[in-house]
């Protein structure tokens, strides 16, 4: 069976974006692929200017999610990449044989280095700790999405450059598994959804906040009366339709919107309606985890527990195919010089 691995970054509790994005996938993919190893990349935020207890608090935060949203500590390793040293370590010997050029050619470099008078080099080496992060546990698969592609790629590359070079087919050539979801946009439907931007919906707040969000929440701009037929391919709304309501009602929301059936408030309300069948377990769970925090931290220990236990082993093995391993005296052919 194929291993998966996948990582996010700690941004707090989880908001529809990254929970339809990423995390709905894990969860079912945790069914189909035993053993699945998932991560909170804390290392990955801290490449730029952050607070520290902005960051023990979106660690906590999402790592609370993840086991509400439906991450299963009996189907799948959920851990901090922090506990688990052995990123860092393979990151490194990992820089020794990856390309300068080839990381400032990677497009989110290039995009956020632009806007930064400092560049800091984990800026650069970031997509090398990505490869880390995914090889370190010898994946044959990861659950991305098409803006990850790249990254994956460059881990692709790297696991084929040490294969070469210490003539081992010991590393995988990871292969994406795209997200069946696409990119979701904002409420205001003018970019991806991002706390940063204030566009979100969080799976842990109420009916009623939600319906506070959805009912001004930008839909067809072209559609200005009720009366005036809608375009349900264009409406962000109806795209978080395809994502909780079911197939039936989908296609009868789309025959109302484009027929003018319905109004953009009748669409809402019944995506409200999805929304809260979906999102209100969860949010059962996240309050029971808030008032059980050991099970989150006994979740994580056991995560990084067993991921130290896989990684551990990779580690020893290419310490010893790189001529790192510990020595038991000197080399015979230096020992007979």
Known sequence: MARIFSGIQPSGELHIGNYLGAVKNWVRLQDTHPGAIYCVVDYHAITGTYDTAVLRARRWGMAKSLLAAGVDPSKAALFMQS???????????????????????????????????????????????????????????????????????????????????????????????????????????????????????????????????????????????????GRPEVCNIFQLHKAFSSDE????????????????????????????????????????????????????ADGAATARAIAGETMREVRGYMGLDVLAGPPAAVASA
């Open 249 to 300: 009602t989908q296609t009868h929301v789309a025959q109302q919107c484009s027929t003018a059936g319905w109004g953009c408030m009748d669409c809402k309300k019944v995506l409200l309606e999805g929304m809260v069948l979906e999102l209100t377990p969860i949010r059962r769970r996240s309050e029971e985890l808030d008032a059980e925090p050991a099970r989150v931290l006994d979740a994580l």
């Open 83 to 229: 506990d688990v040293p052995a990123h860092t370590e393979l990151s490194w010997l990992f820089t020794t044989l990856t390309p300068l050029g080839d990381l400032e050619r990677q497009t989110q470099f290039k995009d956020k280095s632009s806007k930064m008078e400092s560049i800091p080099a984990g800026l650069l080496m970031y997509p090398v700790l990505q490869a880390a992060d995914i090889l370190l546990y010898r994946a044959d698969s990861v659950p991305v999405g098409e803006d990850q592609v790249q990254h994956l790629e460059l881990a692709r590359d790297t696991a084929r450059k040490w294969n070469a070079k210490f003539d081992q087919p010991y590393f995988p050539e990871p292969k994406p598994l795209l997200t069946p979801t696409r990119r979701i946009m904002g409420l205001d439907g003018q970019a991806k959804m991002s706390k940063s931007l204030g566009n979100t919906i969080a799976l842990h707040e109420t009916d009623e906040e939600i319906w506070a969000k959805i009912r001004p929440a930008v839909t067809d701009p072209q559609r200005v009366r009720k009366s005036d037929p």
